[in-house]
């Protein structure tokens, strides 16, 4: 038997290793919905992501599940405007022809009681058209009315459900002296005079940052402010952080951004949470409970808290 879970403190895709998870104390974990995997060639398939098992035992383990929706498939893009954007987006969210409703209609209703927290995308900030994290080609107004359907839509479709904007990196930004992202997203969300009236479409604004713990506490701190500067604050979740361990004996990473051995990822995460909860996070996880398989993400650095063979760091 373990302690009730802490519901601040997470991993993302615990249910990779359920055991492992439930011993660490996790109390919420984040489930990846690719629209591009569900319904790659069209709207008669729907390929879930995560077994009913599988989910159940996230619940009973005292988990909250946190969907995170992401990408689009070939067949629902509007190539006109660039990678990412749905077809029919810029129509109401009640319009048939809006795919993007369509599809997050069908998937926040199928899991309703069930994941009732969802995440819209996953940084949009990626500029870099040949980065392999690269997925929205958009502008910021185009995302601003992804974030807007989705709101609505999902309110409509279960009123009791968490709806949470993008997690940005930040340092796609700062470390190229461009404006912020997030700062641009909140500029065009000022134009919108409806905004006010829907809670700003979002209950909490997710954040990732890694490798440095004061990071964390400014990082935060610095997306409540910006909320604030733009006349309303919400929750700030730190969905992603970590130190992935480049010096790992057992599995070396060379040529990682950042000499890391196991001991400082280990000190990293604790420093990590608690500056993050200082600085105003509601809530903060670790990027990734398990080692990532090669072809399956982005990230190509070991950053599991339990590595693929099954050990643990």
């Known amino acids: ?50 077994s009913d098992d599988a989910l159940a035992l996230e619940i009973a383990q005292g988990r909250q599940p946190v969907g995170l929706v992401i990408t689009t498939p070939a067949w629902a893009t509007d190539t006109g405007i660039g990678p990412g954007v749905p077809y029919g987006l810029h129509s109401g969210h009640n319009d048939p022809n809006n795919l993007w409703a369509n599809f997050l209609r069908n998937l926040v209703t199928s899991y309703a009681g069930r994941i009732d927290s969802w995440i819209i995308w996953n940084e949009p900030d990626v500029w870099d058209a040949a980065h392999p994290g690269y997925t929205w080609g958009g502008s910021v107004e185009d995302f601003l009315q992804l974030q807007r359907v989705a709101y609505m ?109 196991v001991e400082e990822q280990a000190a990293y995460i604790i420093q990590a949470f608690a500056r993050g909860i200082a600085g105003g996070a509601g809530g903060i996880s670790v990027f990734n409970m398990l080692d990532t398989p090669p072809g399956r993400a982005a990230n190509r650095e070991r950053v599991g808290l339990v590595r693929a063979s099954g050990s643990r760091r």
Request: aromatic share 16%; glycine share 8%.
């Open 1 to 50: 038997m373990f302690d009730p879970p802490d519901p601040r403190f997470g991993a993302v895709e615990t249910y990779d290793a359920p055991g492992a998870a439930s011993e660490m104390g996790a109390g919420w974990t984040r489930i990846p919905f690719l629209w591009a995997e569900i319904q790659p060639n069209g709207t008669h398939e729907w390929f879930s992501p995560i």
């Open 153 to 261: 839509t999902i309110k409509e479709s279960n009123p009791g459900a968490t709806v949470i904007f993008s997690g940005t990196s930040y340092w796609w930004d700062a470390a190229f002296g461009r404006d912020l992202y997030f700062r641009k997203y909140l500029d065009a969300l000022g134009q919108d005079s409806s905004a006010p009236g829907n809670n700003y479409y979002c209950d909490a604004v997710a954040l990732h940052v890694y490798f440095q713990p004061d990071f964390v506490y400014s990082i935060t701190a610095t997306y409540h402010q910006l909320m604030r500067e733009h006349g309303f604050d919400k929750p700030v979740w730190i969905v992603e952080t970590n130190a992935a361990p480049s010096l790992d004996p057992q599995m070396p990473a060379p040529g990682s951004q950042c000499s890391v051995t």
